[in-house]
């Protein structure tokens, strides 16, 4: 039986990365591999370097989409085969909505140009989990780490969010709204009950 892929989204510092380190240690959950994008292989790191430089914002679509070509042929698909649940912090949709963003002015619909490259190939998740949250609280967040990214601005994160509203609408049974401005706990809470009553 095939397994079932989870994938965590949302605008930077809505709390995914925090939540899928927290789920890890939650023993409701069963056999899970947990992953992202970028991937840790050399492919990823070149995204990472895109992320936090001046890169052509087309060339930085390429570079996540060949990120995500290799996850899903070297991890992804081998678990999903295998009958294990996967979750990904970050996964398709991070790209259609913070690329489409960036490439916004040159295409007329950059977001489902960027959906039509990856449809004959990518692998839909079963589940999507979008963190919500307001920029300017995501902003204040991002202001604690130790390393920003281009991204990490109220103006760019509007329309980001924006972005992916706009795929929860267009995809409802496949997402999931959480609102993560409130306490943690009860964010988790709410997001094991989602997980298990797919898995």
């Not at 925090?18 to 991937?39: C, N």
């Not at 990120?67 to 698909?77: G, L, P, Q, S, T």
């Not at 943690?184 to 298990?196: N, Q």
């Amino acid at each position: 039986m095939r397994g079932k892929l989870i994938t965590l989204e949302g605008i930077d510092g809505s709390g995914k990365s925090t939540m899928s380190s927290r789920l890890k240690a939650h023993p409701a959950l069963g056999d899970v591999l947990f992953t992202r994008e970028p991937t840790t292989d050399w492919i990823g790191e070149a995204v990472e370097r895109a992320i936090h430089s001046d890169t052509d914002h087309l060339a930085e679509l390429f570079l996540f989409t060949a990120d995500h070509a290799e996850h899903i042929a070297k991890v992804i698909r081998p678990a999903l085969e295998s009958g294990r649940t996967v979750i990904s912090d970050r996964y398709s949709d991070s790209r259609y909505a913070y690329q489409g963003m960036t490439l916004h002015g040159r295409f007329e619909d950059p977001m489902k140009w960027i959906q039509d490259i990856h449809r004959d190939w990518t692998i839909v998740p079963d589940l999507t989990i979008l963190f919500d949250i307001e920029p300017e609280i995501a902003v204040q967040r991002c202001s604690n780490r130790s390393e920003q990214t281009k991204f990490e601005k109220i103006e760019l994160l509007e329309d980001v969010r924006a972005n992916y509203l706009r795929l929860a609408g267009e995809d409802p049974e496949r997402f999931v709204i959480v609102n993560t401005d409130r306490a943690i706990k009860r964010i988790e809470a709410d997001v094991i009950d989602i997980i298990t009553s797919l898995v």
